[in-house]
C-alpha cells in the first residue's frame, strides 16, 4: 500500500528530453529535499515510462514538449495526467505554456498545475506544486480547481494550425470571452459532427473559478436540454 | 358520468396571436402566404389611414376562395398544419402556410375583421364571415363567442378579401417601409422565384418607391457569381463565373467540402439536408470595376439597389422567408468571415444570393413566431453548405487574384520595354532640332519617372524587410525562451547557494555578480515577451477591448525597457464609462507600442533643456460616444524644424538616426481602420509631444 503523504527524501521522476534541462530541475527538485531520478530522454512508449514511473518514484515532474530531442509520440500533458490517475501525483513544467494550449488543454483537468520555467519555478513552487497535486488524488481542491457543472456554447470551430478548435463561451466564468478549445473535448463525450457544434449549448465540469483562460479545464460533455421555447423571442 | 370538454379563455388570442408574432407586419405576410396557398396569381394589400389609430388593412387575392368546410376547417381552425396531411395546392404549389398563428395575429391588429371569400368550386356565390373580437371580452371561453357566416350572391369572381379594421395601433413609416420590404423582397428582385408566377403589390408610396429600385435590376452589373448545387444525394457541387460570362472555377463536393472551417480534415460523405441551389451575385463597387467593364450604369445606383436587396436571402418553395438576409440577420456569417480575411470576400452590402430549397419532405420546420426555420440538423446542414461554398469560393478567387498580379506585373515590364521603343521610333521621324529638345524633355521626364518607381520599390523593399524581421523576431524570441529559462534556473539555484558560503567577503563579491545576471535576464525576458506577446493568437481576435485594459499591459511589457532609461511612466483615467473599442488587442497594442518606443527615444536625443525626471502619461478618457488615448511625454518634443508636423504620418519620414519612419504610418492606418482621428502636437500638456487619439466607443 502506497504512503498518502510525500516525504523529504521520496524519488521524483524527473522527465525531459533536453539533458541541460532535465538536471537543472532535478537541482532544484534536490533542493527541495527529495531525491531526483532523471528520466532523460524518456522512452517511446507512453506505457514504459508509465510502468517505471510506478515502479521507482513516489512523484513526477515533467517538460511538456518531449519530442525536440527525444522520438516519442506524446507530450508532457498526457504523461502528467495518467501519472494523476495512476496515483503518482504529477505536475507539467514548461516554457511554452502560452503557446501550446491546445495540447495542455486537453489534459488540463488531470494537472493540477503547470510551472512555468524560469526564476519562479523555485524549489518552494515545486514542492507545493506536488503537494497539491497529492492533495487532489484525495479529493482536495484549491478553489480555482474545482469542477463544477455548468453550460458551455460553442460560438464558432474553426482550424488552427491543422487542429480542430471551437471557441466556447462559459457564461458563468466570463460571458464576454471566448476561450479556444481542441474540439476533440467536445466530441470524444459527444457523438456529433464537428460542423455542427456551434450554437450548440452543452453542460461540461468547468473549474470556473479560474483566473486565466488557460487554467480552465474542460470535461464530461453531454448536450445541454434545449431552452424552453417560450423563452425564444 | 360527466363529460368535459378543455376551454380556452380569451386571453389566449392574445398570447397566440399578438405577443407570439413581434412585428404586425409579419401577420401581414402570413395572409399573403395563405393567397399563395390557395393558388392566387396575384394579392393586393391596402393600407388605409393606418398611420393612426382606426386605420384599415384590406388584402385581397383572386386565388380559389374558399367554401364553408374549407373555413371551417382551415381558416377558423388555429394551430394545425395543413402542410403535412395535404403537401400539394390543387395549382401545384407546395404549401408555404403554417398553422394560422401568423394569421391571427394579423387578423387581431384591428378590432374587427371582414372575410369575403369566393370559392372557385361554387361561382356566383361569396361567403362573409365577420369576427368582432371585442365580443370575446366579455366571455369565458372562447368557444362561448359564435361566429355568423353567412352567404350571399355575387357577380365578383373568385378569390378572398380581409378587411381588418379599427386598427389598434397606428403603422409607423418604418413599420410601413419593412412591410413593404418584407412583400417586395417575398419573391425577390430574381427572375422565376415561383413557377406560374405570384404577384403581391401593396398599394403605399414606400412601396413604389422601394420597388422602382428593387425591379431595376443589377444582376448583369456583378463582378462574379457563384452558383452552386446540391443534389438530392447530398452531394455539392459549384462554379464561379466572371463579368464577362466565363467559367473561371469549378468545385466538386470534394472541393467544396475540404474549404473552409474543416480545412484539414475529413469531407462530410454527404450534407444531409434536401437538394439546395444557392446563387450569389457579388459586385465591385469600386469607379474603375465599371469602367474596367465598360459599364454605363451608376456605382451609386446600384448601391442604392444593394442596400435594398442585399444580403443572403432564403427561399423556400419560392418565397422568402425572413429574417435571412435582412439588417442584422447575417445568417452566413459573410461580414465575420470578410472582417476575418477581408480579400475577395463579398460582404452583405457588395453582394445579393438566393438559397433556394423547394423541401419535399418537410424537413424546415419554421419557428412559431415565424421568424424563420428551427435550427434543425436539416437547417444546420444548409447553412454549412452555404458557408463552404463562400469558403471555397474565396480561395479560388484569392488564386485568380494571385495569378492576375503575376500577369499584370509581366504586362507591365513588356509595357514599358515596347513604349520606349515606340517613344524611339517616333523621335527618329522628327527633324533633327526639334529631335534633340524633345529628346531632353522625355530623358527628363524618364529619369523622373523612374526615381518615383525607385522611391516606391524602396518602400516595398522596407516593408518586406521589417516584415522578415517581424517574423525572424518571433521566432528568435520564441527560441531564445527555452535557454533564458535555463539562466534564470540556474542563477536561482547560484544565489540560493551563495547564502550557504562561509565567508562573508566572497559572498558579497558573488552576489553583486549575481545580482547581474538576474537583473539582465530579467531584462532579456521582456525582449522575448513582448513579440511574443504582441504576435498572440488571442489578441488578432476581433473583440470588445478595453483600452484602459491594453494599456496596462504594454506599460506592463514596456516597464523593464522604459525603467532601463529612468522613464516612469503615469497612467491617468477620466470619465466613468468604461473605453470599449470594437477592435483587437493586437491593433491597440501597435498604437501604443510605436508611440512608446518614439517617447523612448525623444528623452535619449541631446537636448539643451532640464528636466527633473523623464515622464510618460498615458490618458483614457471615456465620452459617450468616444474613448480618447493621449499619449504625453515631457521630453524635447517634435522637432518641426526638422520635419513638418504634418508629415510625421508619411511613410519613410523620420528624424531618427536608422529609423523606418514607419511607427507612426501604422499608428495612422490603423486608426483609420478603426474610423477614428489621430492628432499631435509637437509641443503638448508636459513639453514634450503628444499624440490623441479618438476612437468610436461601444455604446452597450
Not at chain 2, 350572391?153 to 413609416?173: Q, Y
Not at chain 2, 427561399?315 to 475577395?344: C, F, I, K, Q, T
Request: hydrophobic content about 40%; overall charge negative.
Amino acid at each position: 500500500m502506497s504512503r498518502t503523504k510525500l516525504l523529504e527524501g521520496d524519488s521524483v521522476a524527473v522527465i525531459d528530453d533536453v539533458r541541460e534541462d532535465a538536471e537543472l530541475t532535478a537541482d532544484l527538485i534536490g533542493e527541495a529535499g527529495f531525491e531526483p531520478k532523471i528520466i532523460c530522454p524518456p522512452p517511446s512508449s507512453i506505457e514504459v515510462l508509465l510502468e517505471e514511473i510506478r515502479k521507482n518514484t513516489r512523484a513526477v515532474i515533467c517538460d511538456h514538449r518531449l519530442t525536440g530531442r527525444a522520438n516519442v509520440r506524446y507530450h508532457g500533458a498526457e504523461v502528467v495526467a495518467k501519472s494523476n490517475e495512476a496515483h503518482v501525483p504529477a505536475v507539467l513544467i514548461t516554457t511554452y505554456a502560452d503557446v501550446d494550449t491546445y495540447s495542455i488543454r486537453l489534459w488540463r483537468s488531470r494537472i493540477p498545475r503547470l510551472l512555468r520555467r524560469g526564476r519562479h519555478s523555485d524549489p518552494d513552487a515545486m514542492t507545493s506544486a506536488l503537494l497539491q497535486a497529492e492533495k487532489e488524488q484525495v479529493g482536495e481542491f484549491e478553489p480555482d480547481r474545482v469542477g463544477y457543472r455548468t453550460v458551455v456554447r460553442v460560438a464558432n470551430v474553426r482550424t488552427r494550425e491543422g487542429l480542430s478548435v471551437a471557441e466556447v463561451i462559459i457564461s458563468a466564468w466570463n460571458p464576454a470571452e471566448a476561450v479556444e478549445i481542441p474540439t476533440e473535448l467536445i466530441t470524444r463525450d459527444v457523438d456529433l459532427a464537428e460542423r455542427r457544434l456551434p450554437d450548440m449549448r452543452f453542460m461540461a465540469k468547468v473549474n470556473i473559478y479560474a483566473e486565466s483562460p488557460d487554467e480552465l479545464y474542460f470535461e464530461s460533455f453531454e448536450v445541454a436540454p434545449p431552452i424552453p421555447r417560450e423563452w425564444l423571442p | 358520468m360527466t363529460i368535459e370538454r378543455l376551454r380556452f379563455a380569451p386571453e389566449i388570442l392574445q398570447r397566440l396571436g399578438e405577443e407570439l408574432v413581434p412585428h404586425p407586419d409579419l401577420g401581414v405576410i402570413e395572409l399573403v402566404r395563405n393567397a399563395y396557398d390557395a393558388d392566387a396569381p396575384t394579392c393586393s394589400v391596402q393600407l388605409v389611414q393606418v398611420d393612426h389609430v382606426g386605420g384599415r388593412i384590406i388584402v385581397a387575392d383572386d386565388g380559389d376562395g374558399m367554401t364553408i368546410d374549407d373555413l371551417r376547417s382551415g381558416w377558423l381552425l388555429l394551430g394545425r398544419s395543413r402542410k403535412s396531411v395535404d403537401a400539394m395546392t390543387p395549382g401545384g404549389r407546395r404549401r408555404v402556410g403554417e398553422k394560422g398563428l401568423g394569421r391571427l395575429a394579423a387578423l387581431r391588429l384591428g378590432n374587427r375583421v371582414e372575410l369575403r371569400t369566393r370559392p372557385r368550386r361554387a361561382p356566383e356565390l361569396e361567403h362573409v364571415l365577420i369576427i368582432d373580437w371585442r365580443n370575446f371580452d366579455g366571455v369565458d371561453a372562447v368557444e362561448d363567442v359564435t361566429l355568423e357566416i353567412r352567404t350571399q350572391n355575387t357577380v365578383k369572381s373568385h378569390g378572398t378579401d380581409i378587411v381588418i379594421s379599427e386598427l389598434n395601433t397606428a403603422f409607423s413609416k418604418q413599420d410601413v417601409a419593412r412591410l413593404a420590404r418584407a412583400l417586395l423582397l417575398l419573391t425577390g428582385p430574381f427572375s422565376k422565384s415561383v413557377e406560374g408566377g405570384f404577384t403581391v403589390s401593396l398599394d403605399a408610396p414606400e412601396f413604389a418607391q422601394l420597388e422602382r429600385v428593387v425591379h431595376n435590376a443589377y444582376f448583369d452589373e456583378r463582378e462574379y457569381l457563384l452558383s452552386a448545387h446540391l443534389d438530392q444525394d447530398g452531394q455539392a457541387s459549384a462554379k464561379l463565373v466572371d463579368w464577362r460570362g466565363h467559367t473561371v472555377a469549378t468545385g466538386d463536393h470534394q472541393d467544396i467540402g475540404l474549404s473552409g472551417n474543416t480545412k484539414s480534415r475529413s469531407v462530410p460523405l454527404a450534407y444531409t439536408t434536401p437538394p439546395v441551389d444557392f446563387e450569389l451575385w457579388s459586385y465591385n463597387l469600386s469607379a474603375r470595376g465599371f469602367e474596367l467593364r465598360d459599364s454605363q450604369r451608376k456605382v451609386d445606383d446600384v448601391r442604392k439597389w444593394l442596400r435594398a436587396v442585399g444580403g443572403v436571402h432564403l427561399y423556400h418553395r419560392g418565397l422568402r422567408v425572413h429574417p435571412y438576409g435582412d439588417d442584422g440577420h447575417d445568417w452566413l456569417d459573410m461580414n465575420l468571415r470578410r472582417a476575418r480575411s477581408p480579400e475577395v470576400r463579398p460582404s452583405t452590402n457588395t453582394s445579393v444570393g438566393r438559397v433556394s430549397v423547394n423541401d419535399p419532405g418537410n424537413l424546415f420546420v419554421p419557428k412559431t413566431d415565424r421568424s424563420g426555420f428551427v435550427e434543425n440538423m436539416a437547417f444546420v446542414e444548409l447553412r454549412f453548405f452555404c458557408q463552404n461554398t463562400l469558403d471555397w469560393a474565396a480561395s479560388e478567387r484569392l488564386r485568380l487574384r494571385e495569378s492576375q498580379r503575376d500577369e499584370s506585373r509581366r504586362q507591365a515590364r513588356q509595357k514599358v520595354v515596347s513604349a520606349k521603343e515606340q517613344a524611339q521610333k517616333a523621335l527618329t521621324t522628327l527633324p533633327p532640332q526639334t529631335r534633340k529638345v524633345v529628346e531632353q524633355f522625355t530623358e527628363s521626364l524618364r529619369t523622373a519617372y523612374e526615381e518615383r518607381v525607385q522611391s516606391l520599390e524602396d518602400e516595398v523593399q522596407l516593408y518586406r524587410t521589417l516584415g522578415t524581421v517581424g517574423t525572424t523576431t518571433a521566432v528568435f524570441a520564441h527560441e531564445s525562451a527555452r535557454p533564458l529559462s535555463r539562466i534564470e534556473q540556474a542563477a536561482g539555484i547560484m544565489e540560493r547557494k551563495l547564502h550557504t558560503l562561509p565567508q562573508e567577503s566572497h559572498k558579497q563579491d558573488f552576489e553583486r555578480q549575481m545580482s547581474a545576471v538576474i537583473l539582465s535576464a530579467a531584462s532579456l525576458r521582456t525582449f522575448t515577451d513582448l513579440p511574443l506577446g504582441l504576435v498572440s493568437r488571442r489578441k488578432r481576435r476581433p473583440a470588445v477591448v478595453d483600452i484602459g485594459d491594453v494599456v496596462a499591459e504594454v506599460v506592463r511589457l514596456f516597464t523593464p525597457h522604459l525603467s532601463a532609461l529612468d522613464i516612469s511612466v503615469e497612467n491617468e483615467r477620466g470619465g466613468v464609462l468604461p473605453p470599449n473599442v470594437r477592435t483587437t488587442v493586437a491593433a491597440i497594442e501597435s498604437i501604443l507600442a510605436n508611440l512608446f518606443a518614439n517617447a523612448a527615444y525623444a528623452f535619449t536625443v541631446p537636448t539643451t533643456g532640464s528636466r527633473d525626471r523623464r515622464i510618460i502619461v498615458t490618458r483614457v478618457i471615456t465620452t459617450t460616444s468616444q474613448v480618447i488615448l493621449s499619449v504625453l511625454d515631457n521630453g524635447p518634443g517634435i522637432d518641426t524644424a526638422r520635419i513638418p508636423l504634418e508629415d510625421i504620418w508619411i511613410p519613410g519620414q523620420t528624424t531618427r538616426e536608422g529609423g523606418t519612419g514607419l511607427g507612426l504610418t501604422i499608428v495612422k492606418d490603423v486608426v483609420s481602420d478603426l474610423d477614428g482621428s489621430a492628432y499631435a502636437k509637437a509641443q503638448g500638456e508636459l513639453g514634450g509631444a503628444e499624440f490623441r487619439i479618438e476612437l468610436q466607443r461601444v455604446i452597450s
